[in-house]
């Protein structure tokens, strides 16, 4: 059988099996495999091809005795493509097969996987020591050692970052009259408006005519340029290629040589060396040698083990005019108050420890980010900052313009928080004034607040400087929100990011940090009203309220505090609290001792539940897997330190399992000892009058040396007979003193 070829895309590969793998195929217009054709393994070679006149030979004579046979309506011909659709139509048998654990999609011949999306043959000896790992539509082989760092907990980071960026793509390509083809999504029809000469009527004419258009995996000249500073496995990296249209050149970046091996054998097993391109070296230097305004990169990524610090300052200088810089933050420790003088060292700020920490930790990050940008007379805008599970994660664009940085003073602020009652204030750190088109920069007044606390009156905490503008751009968000919506199944996480996304929508932008609703009600001691009551009262009280996608029973408002504990001493006085039992030193007595000037209305009003929660959307979701959260780092030759793994032991199983109930036995029940235990023989713990256990449970007598076990009756000495009073051998009483022949009891023994 011959078939004229126009010509042949990465037709075979011959791989170090000598097995040569069939990929895609590019027909004449109108031609179509008519008859079976062989892939060939094993010890065989195809020897003979020619790309314009030459032919392929038939399965009349097989090129391998075993080969596997594709049959033509495994074919699929658009436009003139024909690619490998389905898994061979001959299924291997069971003694042929070298390995059970192979993914979906991948079927291992004879020493060599087979993949229908195109991934390379694997060695057997290599993939014996990987492992596949399959997310979103990529897969990856990874070492079951902990050499290369990776956390399947954060596929909602690098979902969401895929969408983020797939949106900044679109955005930025459709000036260049590109359009970008997002998988799932139909493109969209656009108006034309011819205004030529010719046309004196000026009209307005709908053209079918297709634009330029790119799609996911392809190579677009004039794309963007994306630098994944710490790529570790290059999962990363290889779902921006796959996923990600309109695409120029991926680096995928690594300090570790041990990272950049399994990074080029990820980019070979999905064949993405034309899109994605390893690299060994420094993060900080890589970035410093592209800061040039020719060679800078449009998307940055930096995701890194702990703090992000370090590669700020390169960072706001490689990224180019308007570009995106994507930061994910994981040392939430010191971020979120424990650490302040850490915080300050690393960000510039001082972090405290408040109910609004999560919040402050995403404006201490765009902090630190406009601060040095400042440094080299550019600023940011923040498109999208996220809080979530064990982390921060910030996508924002950066500009160059000394006049919009003298603006950057006005932008942040300090926050004073008082340790009793929780209530904060903001402190801007400069003013700007306009005056006749004309700008004005001073510095700012205050202080906010007194010595102490108006309300509770103790002390204040200072912490920031913090971002104080929107943490983000409504109108963006809303691109994003709505690809994910016209494709939910792009995503394994989309729940969850139509979620989140959606209550980013609700946030008031204007009102930084936040109340919470179990904070406020545990400081006057009573009872939590429920989040529609609180956020009705705000709203019949003229102000403004809404939820925060950082913290369940959080309330952003652009009511004053005085309005806020108004609200809550009037439902003190529907659930009233026991006042004489309260301190006079508490922060409770002091609010509580004073009369609401604002009369407050509970009751629900309609606006006062938003439409995430109406449609029940999953905005804060339960713990994705046993035992989550941040993962050991990666280290040479794998493994998890000594240390750290006794660490995690001592923190395992602090509450203790239902099968562990029955060593409550060996303790007495104080209940049953007073007389009042309603649980009889049900009760876990013991009811043995005679009970005392030597180890757990030792006996009372202040006059015994350690070690003694104490006498409390004829228990203790087992020479003694039933009903004896005392002990009669002073050889079981070491601790007795010199000459005592007898134990009398508890008043016997005089030294400790």
Known sequence: MSIRWARVVYSLSLSRSRTILLKQLILLPGTFPKNNFSLCRGAHALTSMETETGHVTSTDQPLCETGCVISSDQWQSVTGHVTLSDRPETEIPS????????????????????????????????????????????????????????????????????????????????????????????????????????????????????????????????????????????????????EIPGVCNIVANDFSPTAVQLIKRNIQFNEVEHLVTPSLADASKLMFERKGCRDRFDVIDIDPYGSPAMFLDTAVQAVSEGGLLCVTCTDMAVMAGNS??????????????????????????????????????????????????????VFVRVFTGQAKVKASASKQALVYSCVGCGTFHIQRMGRMTSRDKNFHYTAATGPPVGMSCEYCHQKHHLGGPVWAEPIHDFSFVEKVLKAVEKNPKRFKTSERILGMLSMITEELPDAPLYYSVDHLSSTIRCNMPSLLQIRSAILHSGYRVSLSHACQTAIKTDAPSSVIWDIMRCWEKMKPVKREKLSESSPAYHILGKEPVLRACFDIRADANPKSRIRHMKRFQENPEANWGPKARAKVGGGISAALEERRKQNQNKRKSPQDAADLKNFPCKRFKEGNCTYGERCCY???????????????????????????????????????????????????????????????????
């Open 340 to 393: 302040g003088e850490t915080c300050y060292s690393k960000y510039g700020s001082m972090s405290i420890k408040i109910k609004s920490c999560h919040e402050m930790a995403l404006r201490i990050i765009l902090h630190s980010l406009d601060l040095r940008a400042n440094c080299y007379h550019r600023y940011i805008v923040p498109l999208l900052s996220v809080s979530a599970d064990f982390y921060i994660r």
């Open 686 to 752: 013991s009811h043995d009058t005679g009970f005392c256990a030597e180890e757990d449970n030792p006996c009372d007598h202040p006059a015994t040396s350690e070690g003694d076990k104490r006498c409390e009756g004829p228990t203790h000495c087992p020479e003694t007979s039933e009903g004896d009073k005392q002990c009669e051998d002073p050889a079981h009483h070491p601790a007795a003193e010199e000459g005592n022949k007898q134990c009398e009891g508890p008043a016997s023994h005089t030294e400790a």
């Open 95 to 242: 003694d042929q097969s070298h390995g059970s654990n192979v993914c979906d999609g991948v079927r291992d011949l004879k020493g060599c996987e087979l993949s229908t999306n195109g991934s390379a043959c694997v060695p057997p000896e290599i993939k014996s020591k990987l492992t596949v790992i399959t997310e979103g539509s990529t897969q990856i082989l990874f070492g079951s050692a902990n050499e290369v760092f990776y956390n399947p907990v954060q596929e909602f980071n690098r979902d969401l970052t895929c969408a983020v960026i797939a949106t900044f793509a679109q955005q930025q390509l459709v000036t260049h009259g590109i359009q970008v083809s997002i998988p799932g999504e139909e493109p969209e029809k656009r108006l034309v408006v011819d205004l030529s000469e010719k046309d004196t009527d000026k009209t307005a004419k709908e053209s079918c005519v297709p634009k330029k258009t790119v799609a996911a995996g392809e190579k677009c000249e004039e794309g963007i340029r994306i630098l994944d500073a710490l790529a570790a496995s290059g999962l990363r990296s290889i779902r921006f290629a796959k």
